[in-house]
C-alpha cells in the first residue's frame, strides 16, 4: 500500500478525551473514530488490526472443533421472555420496537438465540458435542463507556457455545476451549491468565476469565509468579484427547489466581510472599459453563443412549477482539507510539522513502516495494513528499514492526537501513540483501 493513496488521519496533538495509553495511540495512528458514546468506527489501520486478531482466533476457534456461524444483531424479545431474561437483564439490553410495534432487542449475547438454532435441528446425543460460534456486534449500555475500544457500548465479541450431554461432556468442552484460548492470546503476543471468576448460582469451578495484567486494568487481580512461565500448548496439540487436555488444564488451573470476587486469602497466604503477584488486570475472554441453565426452560433436548430425553449441557466462550486490540497496545507500546506483535501488525513492514521525487530514491523504493509485495510481504510504502523527521515519526506511532529507511546517502553506496521497531536495532545492508534478510526471498 502507497502512504500517498492510504487514509491514515495521524493526529499531532495528544487528544484530550483519552485518558489511558491504547486510547491515545489509536486515535493519534488513526485507527479509530468515535461516532458516539462507546461506538467507534474502525479506520483502514485498525481494521486491518481487527481482521488479524479476528483470523487468529478463527484458526483456534476451528483447531479446537468449533464451527463458525453468523446469527443477526437484532434479536426478538419472545425469545428471551423464554429464558427469563427479558426482564431480568436490565438497563444493560437495548430495547427497540419495530413499525409492528413488535419488541425487539440488539443482542447483549446470543444464548438464547443459540439454544433456538440447537433445539430445532438437533435431537440425537449422536450429533454431539457441537460447538457454535460467531463473530458479531454486540451492544450493551454499560454504565460507564470509557478506554477507547477497551469498554464500549458497540463491540465486537466471538461467542462460542457448546452442546453436550451431560456434564462430563460440558467439562471436556470447556476445556479444548480452554487450551483454545490459551494458544489464541499467545500467538497474539499476549500473556493470558486464566483466572477463578464467579460461577454465581450454577456453581462449580468452570468459569475462568482470561486476564492481560496491565495498570490500566479495571480488574484487581492476585496469581502466583509461575504464571509468567508456564509453556502454551504447540499447534499439535491434540483436540481430540480429552485426557490430553485435561492435564493442561490442570497445570495451568494449579498455581493460585483469581480476581477479586474470588480472592482467597487464606490460600494468598500460604503463598511467598516473593511469589505474589498481585496486580491490575484487562479481561479480554472469559469461559463459562452453565449446564441445563438455557436448555431447560427453552426445552432443548436430546435424546442419549438410554433412549430417554435429556436437557443438554451448555457453556458459553467470549472473546473480545476489540477490546483486545487494546489490550494488546497496553502491553506493547514505548514513549513512541506502538509496538506491533508481526501476528497482528496492520503491515510487516514500512518502507520509508526519505527523498520521494529523487530518481535513485523512487527507482530503489519502488523496486523493493514490488519484491516485497511479490513475496506475500505487507508493506505501506511511505512516498509521500513529508520530511524524513515526520515519517520516522509517523513510522514508530503507527508501530510496524520492521522499517526500510532509503535515503539518497545510502543509495549512492549501494545500501539501505533496516531497522527494528521493537528493540530500536539498526542495520545497513546491500539493497539486493533486503528482501532475503526480510524472509522475503525467492
Ligand atoms: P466486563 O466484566 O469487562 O464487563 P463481561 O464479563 O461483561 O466483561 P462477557 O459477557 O464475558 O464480558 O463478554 C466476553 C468478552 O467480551 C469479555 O471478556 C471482553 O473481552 C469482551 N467485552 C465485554 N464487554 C465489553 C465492552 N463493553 N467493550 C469491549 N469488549 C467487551
Ligand atoms: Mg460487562
Avoid at 69 to 86: F, K, N, V
Avoid at 138 to 161: Q, S
Avoid at 417 to 425: C, I
Amino acid at each position: 500500500m502507497r502512504l500517498s493513496r492510504y487514509f491514515l488521519p495521524i493526529l499531532k496533538e495528544n487528544p484530550r478525551e483519552a485518558e489511558i495509553i491504547s486510547h491515545r495511540l489509536m486515535l493519534r495512528a488513526g485507527m479509530i473514530r468515535q461516532q458516539g458514546q462507546g461506538s467507534f468506527t474502525m479506520l483502514p489501520l485498525g481494521k486491518r488490526v481487527l481482521d488479524k486478531v479476528c483470523r487468529i482466533i478463527r484458526e483456534e476457534q476451528d483447531r479446537a472443533g468449533a464451527l463458525e456461524i453468523l446469527m443477526p444483531t437484532i434479536q426478538s424479545a419472545e425469545l428471551w421472555r423464554e429464558s427469563g431474561r427479558y426482564d431480568a437483564y436490565g438497563k444493560e439490553m437495548l430495547r427497540i420496537k419495530d413499525r409492528q410495534e413488535r419488541e425487539l432487542l440488539y443482542g447483549p449475547t446470543n444464548e438464547e438465540m443459540v439454544t433456538e438454532i440447537f433445539r430445532s435441528y438437533v435431537k440425537s446425543y449422536k450429533d454431539l458435542p457441537l460447538n457454535l460460534y460467531h463473530i458479531q456486534w454486540k451492544f450493551r449500555d454499560e454504565v460507564r463507556p470509557r478506554f477507547g475500544v477497551m469498554r464500549g457500548r458497540e463491540f465486537l465479541m466471538k461467542d462460542a457455545y457448546s452442546f453436550d450431554l451431560n456434564y462430563e461432556g460440558a467439562k471436556a468442552a470447556y476445556y479444548r476451549m480452554f487450551v483454545s484460548y490459551l494458544r489464541t492470546f499467545t500467538r497474539m503476543g499476549l500473556k493470558a491468565i486464566p483466572m477463578r471468576a464467579d460461577t454465581g448460582p450454577i456453581g462449580g469451578d468452570l468459569s475462568h476469565e482470561f486476564i492481560i495484567l496491565a495498570e490500566t486494568g479495571e480488574s484487581q487481580v492476585f496469581c502466583h509468579k509461575d504464571f509468567l512461565d508456564l509453556t502454551v500448548p504447540g499447534e499439535n496439540v491434540d483436540f481430540g484427547n480429552d485426557s490430553e487436555i485435561a492435564d493442561i488444564v490442570t497445570h495451568w488451573t494449579t498455581p493460585y489466581a483469581a480476581t477479586d470476587e474470588m480472592h482467597d486469602e487464606a490460600a494468598w497466604g500460604q503463598i511467598a510472599e516473593g511469589d505474589r503477584l498481585s496486580a491490575r488486570g484487562i479481561e479480554v475472554g472469559h469461559i463459562f459453563h452453565f449446564g441445563e441453565k438455557y436448555s431447560k426452560p427453552m426445552n432443548a433436548k436430546v435424546q442419549g443412549p438410554d433412549g430417554k430425553e435429556h436437557f443438554v449441557s451448555m457453556g458459553s466462550y467470549g472473546i473480545g477482539p476489540t477490546r483486545l486490540i487494546a489490550a494488546i497496545i497496553e502491553a506493547s507500546h514505548d514513549d513512541n507510539g506502538i509496538i506491533w506483535p508481526e501476528s497482528v501488525a496492520p503491515f510487516d513492514i514500512g518502507l520509508i522513502n526519505m527523498k520521494a521525487g529523487d530518481a535513485q530514491c523512487d527507482r530503489v523504493c519502488d523496486d523493493l516495494y514490488a519484491a516485497l509485495t511479490a513475496a506475500g510481504k505487507d508493506v505501506l510504502y511511505d512516498d509521500t513528499d513529508q520530511r524524513p523527521g515526520g515519517k520516522f515519526a509517523t513510522a514508530d506511532l503507527i508501530g510496524l514492526p520492521w522499517q526500510l529507511i532509503v535515503g539518497p546517502r545510502g543509495v549512492a553506496a549501494g545500501e539501505i537501513e533496516l531497522k527494528n521497531r521493537r528493540t530500536g536495532e539498526r542495520e545497513t545492508l546491500p539493497v539486493a540483501a533486503v528482501a532475503k534478510r526480510l524472509g522475503a526471498a525467492a
